[in-house]
């Protein structure tokens, strides 16, 4: 059974910084794109980042300049750095994996538990 699992978020001050990791783990032959998307109180979910298997990048306008998604492909693993954080950044925050696991005939996506980030003073 694939696994995604999220750690690193936690309450940070405006201008504060933190770093998201997401590890995939089971029966995996290949991950393709990887992402994060987050959901904030009574908003609709947003990708904030991906980054494809060759390590292009995609953001949302409201995070560019300030975030930076990477992967560890030997790790099976995504990162999302987040820089100048503001209150406005705060929300659930879910890794995603687009993958061919042992599982299924055809890659689809996988989701992780959702970790919380909050930015207040």
């Known amino acids: 059974q694939v696994q995604l699992v999220e750690s690193g978020g936690g309450l940070v001050q405006p201008g504060g910084s933190l770093r998201l990791s997401c590890a995939a783990s089971g029966s995996i032959f290949s991950i393709y794109a990887m992402g994060w998307s987050r959901q904030a109180p009574g908003k609709k979910r947003e990708v904030v980042a991906t980054?494809?298997?060759?390590?292009?990048?995609n953001y949302a306008d409201s995070v560019k300049g300030r975030f930076t998604i990477s992967r560890d492909n030997a790790k099976n693993t995504v990162y999302l750095t987040m820089n100048s954080l503001k209150p406005e950044d705060t929300a659930v925050y879910y890794c995603?994996?687009?993958?061919?696991?042992?599982?299924?005939?055809?890659?689809?996506?996988?989701w992780g538990q959702g970790t919380q980030v909050t930015v207040s003073s």
């Open positions: 980054i494809t298997s060759g390590g292009s990048t």
């Open positions: 995603y994996a687009n993958l061919q696991s042992g599982e299924g005939l055809y890659p689809r996506n996988y």
